[in-house]
């Protein structure tokens, strides 16, 4: 998990494991909750995130196994994806970090927008415009 993310400090992650032939059971995040930031619910099919940022990534990203979902709800940044990351080196499982990327596409992130990052595609937020920027992440476990 990137470091620059405000989580997991005192809240409870909740994991668990879903079989693969049945869905995750319902659940509801309180709004407490997900006002106070952080990792919000994990299982072996999906992760829940509220996350703040208020500097740029420290690394390119690259997750081989899961599709980040962000939904932007505060602030505006702006977010490279599909680039050749240099000197790419594991640093967890299924997660590849490089210090750079060459090439690659800018978005320009702002309230309201979605996007979607397949896993396998390196991508960072390279500048925080208006800060705090703060969005919604869903990863899907692939
Ligand atoms: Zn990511």
Excluded: C, W
């Excluded at 470091?3 to 879903?18: G, P, R, S, Y």
């Amino acid at each position: 998990m990137d470091k620059m993310f405000v989580i997991m400090d005192n809240l409870a992650l909740q994991n668990e494991t879903v079989p693969h032939h049945r869905s995750a059971r319902l659940r509801q995040i309180d709004h407490a909750k997900v006002n106070a930031l952080g990792a919000l619910l994990e299982n072996s099919l999906y992760k829940v995130q509220m996350t703040k940022r208020v500097v740029p990534g420290a690394f390119v990203e690259i997750h081989t196994h899961d599709t980040d979902i962000f939904h932007i709800l505060q602030g505006t940044a702006t977010f490279v994806t599909g680039g050749t990351a240099v000197d790419p080196q594991p640093a967890a499982p299924g997660e590849i970090h490089a210090k750079s990327m060459i090439g690659g596409t800018e978005h320009h992130l702002t309230k309201g927008d979605i996007i979607i990052i397949p896993h396998g595609i390196p991508h960072q937020f390279t500048k925080i415009e208006e800060g705090p920027l703060v969005y919604f992440v869903v990863k899907v476990v692939q």
